[in-house]
Structure formats: structure tokens, C-alpha cells
T-cell receptor
Framework: SQQGEEDPQALSIQEGENATMNCSYKTSINNLQWYRQNSGRGLVHLILIRSNEREKHSGRLRVTLDTSKKSSSLLITASRAADTASYFCATVATSGTYKYIFGTGTRLKVLA | NAGVMQNPRHLVRRRGQEARLRCSPMKGHSHVYWYRQLPEEGLKFMVYLQKENIIDESGMPKERFSAEFPKEGPSILRIQQVVRGDSAAYFC????????????????FGSGTRLTVV
């Protein structure tokens, strides 16, 4: 299975601290995305990184990709209470039908 | 410019009944994907459809579940003879092209249908 796994499964930090989440996957990928899901809601796309990119920034988000280790990390800097959510990575394989396979998610709680 | 619309938002069915979940993709999107999410878990791929075609149904249970995306109208995920284990949130996503072919595109997700089987 290509499904990724995020770690940690749960993370609790104070407002203003940085939060780092990691994602590992199993097969060669075309691109990797990170999504956020607030409790009881749908998923919101955060950032996409291509397989030939190593790092990408978007506001307070920083994503890295290491294809040799088949892993990615999402860093949220200066976290806010509103960042409390579950975060998922999703990958598209280089072969087969093109669909995103989601990881198991990291549940982030930012304490005010 | 409405996003992906799913309805109903909440659906309660008794065991043995049928559940029909609808998904209207974003305007201009012809690729639809259905995912299931159990409480406190990630999203599990179910089926990928393009207009009038099932592209990949490798995640669909072999029995009771079916999906379609007709030329006109929304995509439908149908669950026949529901059981308690079918209780979950079902999410639909759409894209203008397969994400692997046009790698700038991600998915746009709907808000989901929460199915409760009693």
C-alpha cells in the first residue's frame, strides 16, 4: 500500500511555538500535498510540492520533501489557536491511476 | 463560483435501507473522487470517476457499494442494505484533470456527508 503515515499522531503545543509534522510514504511519487481538516469539516488544501522540489513556503508554512527517504515534513511557525486541526499528507504515485492516497494524520492542538 | 457541493450533510438510515450520497464537482472539473473517513482516522480512497466512466474502484467494497458519474447531474455514491459499519463521513473531491498528469492541481473537497446507520 502506498498510504503514508504521519507522525506524531497527536501534538500539543503552546501558542507561538512551532509545530513540525512528518509524513512517510512507500512508493515513488509524482507530487505530495498537505491538507488541513478542522473538526467535523472537509479538507482544505494547504500546499503542493512536486517530486523535483525540496522545499516550499507559503506564509507560515514550510514544507520539505526528501524523495530518497520517502518523507516530507510540514512546519507551522508561530502557531495560533486557530491552527488546531488535523493535518494530512497525500501522495500521487508515478504509476497507475492518478489519485491521492492520504496518510493517517497528525492531530495538532494549539493551546492559547 | 461554488465549490464541491455534497448533499445531504447528514444522513441517518436504518440497517437494511439504502443510502444515496450526491456530489456536484466544481464547475469545469470532470474528475471526481470519493473517500471514506472513520472517526479519528485518515481518508480511505474508494473510487475515482470521470464523466460516465469508472477509472479506479479499487477501494470500493465488492458488495453493496456502487458509484456513478453520469453525463448530466451529480456523482452518486450508493450504499445498499446499510450496516452499522458503514457509519462514517464520506467525502467527495474533484479536479480539472488527474493530479498526476497536471501536477499543479490538487483536489477541491466537499464538506462531506456524515452517514449514521441506526
Amino acid at each position: 500500500s502506498q498510504q503514508g503515515e504521519e507522525d506524531p499522531q497527536a501534538l500539543s503545543i503552546q501558542e507561538g511555538e512551532n509545530a513540525t509534522m512528518n509524513c512517510s510514504y512507500k512508493t515513488s511519487i509524482n507530487n505530495l500535498q498537505w491538507y488541513r481538516q478542522n473538526s467535523g469539516r472537509g479538507l482544505v488544501h494547504l500546499i503542493l510540492i512536486r517530486s523535483n522540489e525540496r522545499e516550499k513556503h507559503s506564509g507560515r508554512l514550510r514544507v520539505t520533501l526528501d524523495t530518497s527517504k520517502k518523507s516530507s515534513s510540514l512546519l507551522i511557525t508561530a502557531s495560533r489557536a486557530a491552527d488546531t486541526a488535523s493535518y494530512f499528507c497525500a501522495t500521487v504515485a508515478t504509476s497507475g491511476t492518478y489519485k491521492y492516497i492520504f496518510g493517517t494524520g497528525t492531530r495538532l492542538k494549539v493551546l492559547a | 463560483n461554488a465549490g464541491v457541493m455534497q448533499n445531504p450533510r447528514h444522513l441517518v438510515r436504518r440497517r437494511g435501507q439504502e443510502a444515496r450520497l450526491r456530489c456536484s464537482p466544481m464547475k469545469g472539473h470532470s474528475h471526481v473522487y470519493w473517500y471514506r473517513q472513520l472517526p479519528e482516522e485518515g481518508l480511505k480512497f474508494m473510487v475515482y470517476l470521470q464523466k460516465e466512466n469508472i477509472i479506479d474502484e479499487s477501494g470500493m467494497p465488492k458488495e453493496r457499494f456502487s458509484a456513478e458519474f453520469p453525463k448530466e447531474g451529480p456523482s452518486i455514491l450508493r450504499i445498499q442494505q446499510v450496516v452499522r459499519g458503514d457509519s462514517a463521513a464520506y467525502f467527495c473531491a474533484s479536479s480539472p484533470s488527474p493530479p498526476g498528469q497536471s501536477i499543479n492541481y490538487g483536489y477541491t473537497f466537499g464538506s462531506g456527508t456524515r452517514l449514521t446507520v441506526v
